[in-house]
């Protein structure tokens, strides 16, 4: 480049920018400003939303597994949590999925999110510590969400991740080992979504739409997503 | 005595502040953990503003934030990826598909430009500091952040609009068109 730049070209490239970046909507994701937004309420909350940040991906992992290597040796035992029933959400399907499904020990029905782009796509059952985890996959064209129930009472939700509270419920969002996982409380048992492929974004509006739909009324079937945060891979 | 950020005003500034984590990094994956990381340590404990604007000093910390997270990054052990972590995609925006293609390759190129021309174009064109504000956000003299800032809009234009000229001699790949 010279040292002096043509006046009329560095003029259209500053207004051909311009219309570029005007063009581009690109508004903060709502989980994002849910998260700012709960940072911001006070420092009660600040520590445990302090997230490792997932833009050092493998660090993020790598303290995510250190965290729970280092709760499952002070504790001497091998607790189950909602990062170790991440695994299982993230493991592979052992039978093709039935129509309708109720997690074992529990008295919650796996949802149908055909309608959101997500149809079922296998079923595992799996004992972790003591616990039954029943685990539903959904499978869109780019990748698979796993849904685990486990029987018992709540579990840990571990070191890491941050909250965010809506109208039902609160919900963890964590990182394992690059995949997204949420996590909350329905009906008295901890329920998990994992993906490797969907967004944070895209398992909380499910958690939300299942937690939701449960919650408030049984009777009339799930609700359709709304269009602008059905966010599909 | 510098007044102090006020933290009841700082959600206002998380739109742009993602744009310009966006366009830093290239990924909206990562400007969501960039922006949030940024907001932590804002947040941390009370900050006096010495002289910057609110989203000046907003700007240094995303700075500072990012710049942090490449060096951590360059001093971890790399690990082979799986062929999942390669697939990922950018799941958002599904109600208007095209434009969160478009948003993504305009980022992208502007992720792509050398790291004082990115941060340049970051902090005027995506940000809204004037070149002064820019120059004392980022370290720099106020003439060499115009210089970069016209170097820096030269290749990005070049690079969607598919031109040739200072972009291909300057080593850039091809470019392409948003439509």
């Known amino acids: 480049m010279s040292e002096h730049p043509d006046p009329a070209r560095v003029s259209a490239d500053e207004q051909r920018l311009g219309e570029l970046l005007r063009a581009v909507e690109a508004p903060a994701p709502a989980p994002l400003r849910a998260r700012i937004a709960e940072l911001n309420a006070g420092a009660p909350s600040r520590r445990r939303l302090r997230m490792p940040a997932l833009a050092f991906g493998g660090a993020f992992a790598a303290a995510a597994l250190a965290a729970v290597a280092l709760a499952l040796?002070?504790?001497?035992?091998?607790?189950?949590?909602?990062?170790?029933?991440?695994?299982?959400?993230?493991?592979?399907?052992?039978?093709?999925?039935?129509?309708?499904?109720?997690?074992?020990?529990?008295?919650?029905?796996?949802?149908?999110?055909?309608?959101?782009?997500?149809?079922?796509?296998?079923?595992?059952?799996?004992?972790?510590?003591?616990?039954?985890?029943?685990?539903?996959?959904?499978?869109?064209?780019?990748?698979?969400?796993?849904?685990?129930?486990?029987s018992g009472a709540p579990l840990q939700f571990?070191?890491?991740?941050?909250?965010?509270?809506?109208?039902?419920?609160?919900?963890?969002?964590?990182?394992?080992?690059?995949?997204a996982v949420v996590a909350w409380v329905q009906q008295g048992h901890t329920c998990v979504l994992a993906s490797r492929t969907a967004s944070p974004a895209t398992l909380l509006d499910l958690a939300v739409l299942?937690?939701?739909?449960?919650?408030?009324?049984?009777?009339?079937?799930?609700r359709s997503l709304p269009q602008a945060t059905v966010s599909r891979v | 005595m510098s007044p102090r950020l006020d933290p009841q005003t700082l959600p206002?500034?998380?739109?742009?502040?993602?744009?310009?984590?966006?366009?830093?990094?290239?990924?909206?994956?990562?400007?969501?953990?960039?922006?949030?990381?940024?907001?932590?340590?804002?947040?941390?404990?009370?900050?006096?503003?010495?002289?910057?604007?609110?989203l000046a000093y907003l700007m240094r910390v995303l700075r500072n934030t990012f710049l942090d997270s490449r060096r951590t990054a360059s001093r971890r052990p790399q690990v082979t990826a799986q062929l999942d972590d390669l697939e990922l995609a950018d799941e958002r925006s599904s109600d208007r598909p095209e434009q969160a293609l478009e948003a993504q390759e305009l980022y992208e190129a502007i992720a792509k430009l050398p790291?004082?021309?990115?941060?340049?174009?970051?902090?005027?064109?995506?940000?809204?500091?004037?070149?002064?504000?820019?120059?004392?956000?980022?370290?720099?003299?106020?003439?060499?952040?115009?210089?970069?800032?016209?170097?820096?809009?030269?290749?990005?234009?070049?690079?969607?609009?598919?031109?040739?000229?200072?972009?291909?001699?300057?080593?850039?790949?091809?470019?392409?068109?948003?439509?």
């Open chain 1, 73 to 150: 040796v002070l504790s001497g035992t091998s607790a189950p949590t909602a990062l170790r029933t991440a695994e299982l959400a993230l493991a592979q399907p052992r039978a093709s999925a039935p129509q309708t499904l109720v997690a074992t020990g529990t008295d919650i029905p796996f949802p149908d999110w055909a309608a959101q782009g997500w149809p079922r796509a296998g079923l595992r059952r799996d004992s972790l510590d003591g616990r039954q985890v029943t685990t539903e996959f959904y499978s869109s064209s780019s990748g698979t969400i796993g849904y685990a129930i486990v």
């Open chain 1, 158 to 179: 571990g070191a890491g991740g941050s909250t965010v509270v809506r109208a039902a419920g609160d919900y963890r969002l964590m990182r394992s080992g690059g995949a």
């Open chain 1, 210 to 222: 299942q937690d939701s739909a449960s919650t408030v009324s049984t009777q009339r079937g799930w």
């Open chain 2, 12 to 54: 206002s500034h998380v739109n742009r502040l993602y744009r310009a984590a966006w366009a830093l990094c290239g990924s909206p994956h990562e400007a969501e953990d960039l922006v949030q990381e940024t907001f932590v340590r804002v947040l941390a404990r009370p900050r006096l503003l010495r002289g910057d604007d609110e």
């Open chain 2, 115 to 179: 790291e004082d021309f990115r941060l340049a174009l970051v902090a005027v064109d995506i940000v809204g500091l004037s070149y002064g504000e820019a120059g004392r956000a980022l370290n720099a003299r106020e003439a060499t952040i115009t210089t970069r800032l016209h170097r820096a809009r030269r290749r990005v234009v070049a690079e969607i609009d598919g031109e040739d000229g200072e972009t291909q001699r300057e080593g850039s790949a091809p470019g392409r068109r948003l439509d």
